[in-house]
Each structure stands twice: as structure tokens, then as C-alpha cells.
């Protein structure tokens, strides 16, 4: 069937777009952010109670924080003003306020809801400000960015802040499932799409449901209809996304496979292969802060001390992540794996605490030296607490021969380090310590 007459054959399901006919009315419709609104949780309790306060919603884009809105909307006997900070002034935002004084006056709550709050500048963010304080509005805020840093400091205290976590994969897959099941949604018409297909879907959104669901209604409208049918397939999803069929099951052998193909390629100092499977993983709808917690493990398991400056980077990049997602993060990563690859290589670390992790998990019964133990009261000190403890500081070396460890632990060393790029240094400040502990301790050796 022609685009064209698929189009007419839609044409009254294509009134509003798919992710505004599926926006939830209840607290119950909502998919995901149980953790607010499941069963006896905070946010539940606050919008079924109508009791309401000023609060800003935090999370990325189409998890749902203009649905909560709504949903309050539906709930509050307060008045609800929708406000955007793309479209609206000061000038507005004064008329609305001097609306909300004189509902106040009348015992009427006015609820004011601002999208994207983020946008708002400093003098825009002060003009709600005294209305908040006293009492004339209750704010509800939305902002994709942190409002620690957003958020005027002064209003941010008189709100609470939600923190929306983006979806899962099965929380989409629930919710596309719904949409063809839902007379709002494609209930009417007879759409072939297997699990398979819905899941690609739910992976290429990437946490985003208003992302799932167009997708989904892009590729119902360029599924294959046979004038009683619509069949939409793997391919039809990607010519609506441009994406290939990439993706794999992220908790199957796949995703172990690629994971470890990045991992060792950054430990085989190897920066093209690491960022050939970094994008194989990101193209296949990783999520990108699993990779990146996966390299600030790496920066200590195999890069340690030989270079520093590397722990610094995979976490900054985990926040990057964090900050901007996909698709801009992917060359923070890609910045990071590289750094990766290239950097002296050193597990001394990763070697020194799964040593130490042995030998406390077979001495658990062994003492704190009492040199070293907290003498918080008297009686702590009278029993030895603290006795023959030796201040660093107090010393011209700034060390001690002081032993720090159980007797039966007193010769074992974990930590050994490697000659690769800077823990070269720290080997050799190491050797320096030891060997002036070693002279001098007296009657020790």
C-alpha cells in the first residue's frame, strides 16, 4: 500500500501524535519511577493526598517528569498552570502571579508547573521567588540539567527535588505493548510486530518514552499493509530509525563478549580496536554509563598508579555520560578509551588489595595494635588505647618506624609496584620508606 493512502487509512489516529494520546491520566498508568510512585512511596502518598509543595523534577528527556505533572494536574483541587520557559517572559510570569495573590485571597491553591526551568535565567528564576515564600504558589519544576547548578540556590531550598530515573527496556517494551493494545493507541487496527522488533524499538529510545512511542508510530505508518494488515519488521524499524540491526541482548553472552573485547583491548594498548568495539557496544544502545563505570574500574585495575590523571578522566566521562547521553557522550568515551589504551599499564593495584582481601578474610580474629586504636575515654587509655602512637606531622621525616599492622601480618607486603610511567616514582618513594623504617626500628628485625 502507498505511503500516501497508509496515511489517509491513519489519518484520525494521527490527530495528536502517538506520545500525547498515551499520556497517562493516573498514577497507575504510569510506566517506571517506582521508586516515587510505587505503592506507599513518597511521590504517591503526595499527589493522592493532594498535599502538594513546591518541587522540581530531574531527569533526561521522556521519562515522564511533564506526565507527573499532569497527572497532579488531574488530581489537585488546586488551580494548574502550564507554564514553559522556551515561550514565557517576566511579563507572564508577573500576570500569573498576580492571578494566584488574588486566588489566594479567595482560599484557592495555585499550582504552576514549569517545563524546562533550566532555561529560565537568574532574573526570570527571582520573579517566582517572594510568590513561593509566601505561599501565593506552589512550584513544580522540570529540568533535564542538575538544579544544583540550574536552579537559583534560593528557590532550589524551597523545593524538593524528585530525581526520575530514565527507563528500562522493559519498562517501554510495557509501554508500546500498551499502545497497541489501547484504543487511544492502535487498538482499532490489526499491527503485526513481533517481541523481537518491539524490543529494538525499546532499545534505540534509549530510556526515552516519547522517543518509543514515535518511533513506534513512524514505523506502524511505513508498515506493510495489505489493506487488513499492518506488518511492521526489523527492517521497517530500521528505515525509520537509520539504524542497522546492531543490538543484542545486554544480559546475554553478547554483551559479556563486547565488554571484554573492549577491556582487553585497552589492557593490549590498543586504541583502535578499543574504540571499534566502544562504538559496536554504543551503536548497539548500550547504555553509556555502564561502559563508562566499566572504564573508571579499569583506570585502577590496569592503569593504577602508572598514570593518576586516568581515574580522573573515565569519572568525568561518567558524568559527561550522565550530563549530555547519547549521542554526544559517545566521543567523551571515545576520548577516554583512548586514554586508556595509551597509558602505562600497571595492576599493582588491583594485585596489592586481592592479596590484603585474603589474608583479612583468614584473619579476622586478629587485634588492632592498640598503638593505633581510638583512646576516646579514659578507660580506653587505661586499658593501652593509643599507647606508644607516634604522630607523623611531629616528626622531621614526617615518618615513623611505628607499625601499623597485626603481628602475624607484620611481613607481608601487598603493594608492589611497577616501573611503568609514574608508579616508577612511586617505587622508588616506597624502596626510600621501607628502607628507613628498616633502620630505624630498634631490636625489631
Known amino acids: 500500500m502507498p505511503f500516501k493512502d497508509q496515511i489517509n487509512f491513519f489519518e484520525n489516529k494521527l490527530a495528536q501524535p502517538l506520545p500525547a494520546r498515551m499520556r497517562p491520566e493516573t498514577i497507575d498508568e504510569i510506566v517506571g519511577q517506582q521508586h516515587l510512585i510505587g ?16 518541587m522540581i523534577f530531574w ?13 497532579i494536574a488531574n488530581h489537585t483541587k488546586a488551580q494548574f498552570v502550564n507554564f514553559s ?30 517545563d524546562e526551568i533550566h532555561r529560565f535565567n537568574k532574573a526570570q528564576q527571582d520573579a517566582f521567588l517572594p510568590f513561593v515564600e509566601k505561599g501565593s504558589i506552589i512550584l ?45 493507541g492502535f487498538r482499532d487496527e490489526e499491527i503485526h510486530i513481533d517481541d523481537d522488533t518491539l524490543r529494538m524499538i525499546a532499545v534505540f529510545a534509549n530510556g526515552d518514552a516519547r522517543t518509543a512511542l514515535s518511533t513506534l508510530e513512524m514505523a506502524v505508518l511505513n508498515g506493510a499493509y495489505d489493506g487488513v494488515v499492518t506488518t511492521v519488521t526489523k527492517e521497517t524499524v530500521e528505515q525509520c530509525t537509520s539504524k542497522k540491526s546492531l543490538l543484542y541482548d545486554k544480559n546475554g553472552e553478547e554483551h559479556y563478549n563486547l565488554i571484554s573485547a573492549l577491556h582487553k583491548s585497552m589492557r593490549n594498548s590498543d586504541p583502535d580496536a578499543a574504540v571499534y568495539w566502544l562504538a559496536r557496544m554504543l ?18 585495575e590496569d592503569v593504577g598508579l602508572a598514570e593518576p590523571r586516568a581515574l580522573d578522566m ?10 549530555i547521553g547519547m549521542p554526544e557522550c559517545s566521543v567523551n568515551l571515545a576520548q577516554v578509551v583512548v586514554h586508556l589504551a595509551l597509558a602505562p599499564k600497571s595492576n599493582a593495584l588491583y594485585a596489592a588489595y586481592n592479596m590484603a582481601k585474603e589474608d583479612a578474610a583468614s584473619t579476622l580474629a586478629e587485634p588492632v595494635p592498640l598503638q593505633i586504636r581510638n583512646a576516646e575515654t579514659k578507660l580506653m587509655k587505661d586499658l593501652g588505647y593509643g599507647k606508644g602512637y607516634m604522630y607523623a606531622h611531629n616528626y622531621e621525616e614526617k615518618l615513623t618506624p611505628m607499625s601499623c ?3 602475624a601480618l607484620r611481613d607481608n607486603e601487598y603493594y608492589q609496584p611497577t616501573d611503568q610511567g609514574n608508579e616508577a616514582r612511586y617505587k622508588e618513594r616506597l624502596e626510600q620508606i621501607k628502607e628507613w623504617k628498616k633502620s630505624h626500628r630498634k631490636g625489631e628485625e
Open 39 to 54: 505503592k506507599g512511596k513518597i511521590l504517591r502518598r503526595i499527589i493522592e493526598n493532594d498535599a502538594v509543595t513546591s
Open 59 to 71: 531527569g533526561p528527556p521522556g521519562v515522564g517528569k511533564t506526565t507527573l505533572a499532569h497527572v
Open 85 to 114: 520557559a522556551v515561550t514565557s517572559g517576566i511579563k507572564e510570569i508577573k500576570t500569573v502571579m498576580q492571578q494566584a495573590d488574588e486566588n489566594r485571597d479567595f482560599g484557592i491553591k495555585t499550582i504552576v508547573f514549569v
Open 140 to 184: 513544580i519544576g522540570a529540568t533535564t540539567e542538575n538544579p544544583s547548578f540550574e536552579v537559583n540556590s534560593a528557590l532550589l531550598s524551597r523545593c524538593k527535588v524528585f530525581v526520575l530515573k530514565a527507563l528500562t527496556e522493559d519498562d517501554l517494551t510495557v509501554l508500546l505493548k500498551r499502545a497497541l493494545q489501547s484504543p487511544k
Open 283 to 300: 551503536e548497539a544502545g548500550e547504555d553509556p554509563l555502564y561502559v563508562a563505570r566499566r572504564l573508571i574500574r579499569f583506570a585502577s
Open 314 to 323: 573515565a569519572v568525568s566521562a561518567y558524568q559527561a555520560c550522565h550530563f
Open 405 to 407: 599492622r597485626p603481628d
